[in-house]
């Protein structure tokens, strides 16, 4: 099978070295097995993303050295697509409309005392998947907002029992997608979540190699699950760690981590933050 990797960062900031690094792992991996590398923008998140960030992705990316296969993807110019699969979802039954707010899931959680965690935070409680029907409609036709939810449980009981995804290096690894609970799949005020986004874009664009940090391995869960649920294929996978500062803190804007951007700007050439990066020994493009 042909190697397809993709790099698909999300713009809420200007790339750092955690980027490059996250950039030459797919890029090499596509090169050296003579495949394809494709450069995915994932602006879903209009409330976190900028254009000015994501303007900048591709010249960072030129700069540095990489080429990238066909035209870029932005997400946010495919809406349709997106709720085209979530169609799909809600016509199984599978997905609920859910009405709460941060605050009164928080409040609930709190109550409950030991809520379980999952790892995209703590397990929503359910209150809105037992909504009566009538109560649902009348809450929508009145305008209140509401997210859609996977409802985890019908969800499994559809999907294939033995999931699993194949971990390079590790071999197939057993799939716990009851972990995330009933994971928002569209929010209130973004369409689509990263879940749906990422899993529909990698079965688009015949991704065959995902290479990613190892913070999102545990999102590889969730991926399997809806590509099993959407009838997508399923690539392989190949989470790597993240780079760190000299503290042994992940880099991250936050916390002060030098964009590409400020290390060109101070004179450093592509080849010294490709080696910051953890490709020292890279030939270029
Ligand atoms: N857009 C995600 C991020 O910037 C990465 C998505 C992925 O590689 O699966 O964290």
Do not use: N
Not at 69 to 84: C, F, K, M, T
Request: net charge positive.
């Amino acid at each position: 099978m042909p190697v397809v990797t993709r790099f698909a960062p999300s713009p809420t900031g200007l790339l750092h070295l955690g980027h490059a690094h996250a950039a030459l792992t797919a890029w090499i991996a596509a090169r050296r097995a003579g495949g394809q590398f494709l450069l995915r923008i994932e602006d879903i998140d209009t409330t976190r993303c900028r254009p000015e960030f994501a303007a900048a992705i591709p010249d960072d990316l030129a700069w540095l050295g990489l080429t990238w296969d066909g035209p870029v993807r932005s997400q946010s110019a495919h809406l349709p697509e997106y709720r085209a699969a979530l169609d799909r979802l809600a016509a199984r039954g599978l997905l609920y409309p859910c009405f709460c707010t941060r605050a009164e899931i928080a409040r609930e959680v709190a109550a409950a005392g030991q809520a379980p965690h999952g790892p995209d935070g703590p397990l929503y409680p359910g209150t809105c998947r037992r909504l009566p029907p009538a109560e649902r409609a009348a809450r929508i036709a009145a305008g209140t907002p509401y997210a859609l939810r996977l409802d985890m449980a019908a969800a499994l009981a559809v999907a294939p029992r033995d999931l699993s995804f194949e971990e390079v290096g590790e071999g197939r690894l057993r799939c716990d997608p009851a972990q995330f609970g009933d994971a928002v799949l569209a929010r209130k005020e973004v369409p689509a979540s990263y879940h749906l986004c990422v899993t529909h874009d990698d079965a688009l664009q015949g991704v065959t190699l995902v290479t990613r940090g190892l913070d999102l391995k545990p999102a590889t869960h969730l991926h399997r699950l809806l590509q099993a649920l959407l009838d997508w294929p399923e690539p392989r996978y190949a989470h790597h760690p993240l780079l760190t500062d000299a503290a042994g803190r992940r880099l991250a804007k936050r916390d002060g981590a030098p964009s590409l951007r400020s290390l060109r700007e101070a004179g450093l050439r592509p080849e010294a933050v490709r080696a910051m990066a953890g490709f020292g020994g890279f030939a270029g493009a």
